[in-house]
């Protein structure tokens, strides 16, 4: 079992960055790959970013490609989601997820563990 809690977000104006990050629970962070999701009103949950199990390798998005990345601590058992170039499409609720398989995939419906999420708002 994996608990993850999401901080970080708030409102922020169109040009602006924020950080995310996903506490994890247990001694097994680094068993799953973490993904970032976002929900907007009104739309599905839509996969932002992944990060393997060890960091190595990452994947995004085509929608924040340059302007957000991934990252993880194992040791702090926390993922990161640096957000740059903030637009007002970027504003939805904010999901970190934990899955134990070993491919980063986009189907929410593969992650076996999620967060509350935290609400990122940008202001134009």
């Known amino acids: 079992q994996v608990q993850l809690v999401e901080s970080g977000g708030g409102l922020m104006q169109a040009g602006g960055s924020l950080r995310l990050s996903c506490a994890a629970s247990g001694r097994t962070f680094s068993s799953y790959i973490m993904g970032w999701f976002r929900q907007a009103p009104g739309k599905e949950r839509e996969f932002v970013a992944g990060?393997?199990?060890?960091?190595?390798?990452?994947y995004y998005a085509d929608s924040v490609k340059g302007r957000f990345t991934i990252s993880r601590d194992n040791a702090k058992n926390t993922v990161y989601l640096q957000m740059n170039s903030l637009k007002p499409e970027d504003t939805a609720v904010y999901y970190c997820a934990a899955d134990s398989r070993s491919i980063i995939i986009r189907t929410p419906a593969r992650y076996d563990y999620w967060g509350q999420g935290t609400q990122v708002t940008v202001s134009s």
């Open positions: 990060i393997s199990k060890s960091g190595g390798s990452t």
